[in-house]
């Protein structure tokens, strides 16, 4: 069992920045993939980014690449979302997720937080 705390959100203007942390109980954090995924008012839930369990492999969505960063540090049980050059449109509510069912990148995650709120005016 495994339960992902979120925090770092907050309200930003348009070209600032936030670094979310996630923080993950259970001595098997390390084994697992781990992403970052975001809802917007309306909208689905969609894939910010992933990690695998060795921080090798990153993967991450379109809309955010070469502004986000993903990290994690498996010994402090915590996985990390540094986020430059925000905009409006990455205003959501950003949750952590973890894949128990693969050390790769996130494909079907089976652990969820409770997701952090980002807002960034214009």
């Known amino acids: 069992q495994v339960q992902l705390v979120e925090s770092g959100g907050g309200l930003v203007q348009a070209g600032g920045s936030l670094r979310l942390s996630c923080a993950a109980s259970?001595?098997?954090?390390?084994?697992?993939?781990m992403g970052w995924f975001r809802q917007a008012p309306g909208k689905e839930r969609e894939f910010v980014a992933t990690?695998?369990?060795?921080?090798?492999?990153?993967y991450y969505a379109d809309s955010v690449k070469g502004r986000f960063t993903i990290s994690r540090d498996n010994a402090k049980n915590t996985v990390y979302l540094q986020m430059n050059s925000l905009k409006p449109e990455d205003t959501a509510l950003y949750y952590c997720?973890?894949?128990?069912?693969?050390?790769?990148?996130?494909?079907?995650?089976?652990?969820w937080g409770q997701g952090t709120q980002v807002t960034v005016s214009s």
């Open positions: 997720a973890a894949d128990s069912h693969t050390r790769g990148i996130v494909t079907t995650p089976d652990y």
């Open positions: 259970g001595r098997t954090f390390s084994w697992y993939a």
């Open positions: 990690i695998s369990w060795d921080s090798v492999n990153t």
